[in-house]
């Protein structure tokens, strides 16, 4: 009988060095996209009203019937503030998945011992999106449920003492670790790995759970490089964030495995920049 295989092991130092080294490969690259994705959500946050509401006429709700004009000029204060909002959380959040989706393609492109063009960060692949979307959404309304869960029980146990008040807070805690680390490559799991998103949230546990040591070690360094971008006045963000995305990257690939089973990084047109 074949002999049973040991489960994959993660180098973080390794996965630094390499991380570093396909940064390196396209430096500027990496630094423009990140200022163009920020640069777009400053002017998403740009579109606000052009009026306040302290500069619309006052509204009394017993001349409504006869003063028609200061009624049209709140209805319609309130519907461009309505559609902006939803044009900022839609946009926001497109931009949001573009932006990581290109970061983690040019990512896996310099590991694989390419140089990424512009065109592979700015790429456009909306199925690339949705899988991305997709467990993060999930994720996040099975967070907010047990949330909700812990928030009543710890209504109930405060009725018998306070001090079980502690437990939902050291769940909440302890569930918010878990999910952290076990779900740290949650991006790479669902761009590169699986199309469908339970597979893709059941996918992180599975690997990390035996490497969890290293992972806890992957994180405080990846923490410890954002801390340190916003120490060089917040500008270094714009190296840091992409050299935290491609050591990730490349601790992924150690743990799940250097192929692309979705063809994400493929079929991306060439540019000569």
């Given at each position: ?117 512009f065109a592979t960060f700015t790429h ?43 437990l939902p807070g050291l769940l909440l ?101």
């Amino acid at each position: 009988m074949p002999a049973p295989q040991s489960p994959p092991r993660l180098d973080v130092g390794q996965a630094l060095r390499e991380g570093w080294r396909a940064f390196l490969r396209a430096p500027w690259h990496f630094v423009a996209f990140g200022l163009l994705v920020t640069a777009l959500q400053l002017l998403l946050q740009a579109l606000q009203p052009s009026y306040t509401p302290d500069k619309l006429p006052p509204l009394d709700p017993e001349s409504l019937p006869t003063d028609l004009g200061a009624a049209l000029a709140w209805l319609r204060y309130g519907t461009v503030t309505l559609s902006l909002l939803v044009l900022n959380v839609i946009g926001g959040t497109v931009l949001n998945l573009w932006g990581t989706s290109g970061m983690v393609r040019a990512a896996w492109v310099a590991l694989g011992g390419g140089r990424p063009s512009f065109a592979t960060f700015t790429h456009w692949d909306p199925r690339a999106l949705l899988r991305l979307y997709l467990p993060g959404f999930l994720l996040g309304c099975g967070v907010v449920a047990a949330i909700s869960v812990l928030l009543l029980l710890g209504v109930i146990v405060s009725q018998v003492n306070g001090l079980l008040l502690l437990l939902p807070g050291l769940l909440l805690v302890a569930g918010s670790l878990y999910l952290s680390l076990t779900q740290a490559f949650l991006p790479q799991v669902a761009l590169l790995h699986d199309d469908h998103p339970f597979a893709a949230l059941a996918r992180g546990p599975e690997v990390v759970a035996p490497a969890w040591p290293q992972v806890v070690e992957l994180t405080l360094l990846s923490l410890a490089l954002i801390v340190a971008g916003l120490l060089a006045c917040g500008v270094g963000l714009f190296v840091a964030v992409p050299v935290v995305t491609c050591v990730g990257t490349a601790a992924y690939r150690q743990l799940f495995g250097p192929d692309d089973r979705t063809g994400f990084s493929r079929s991306v047109p060439k540019l000569p920049f």
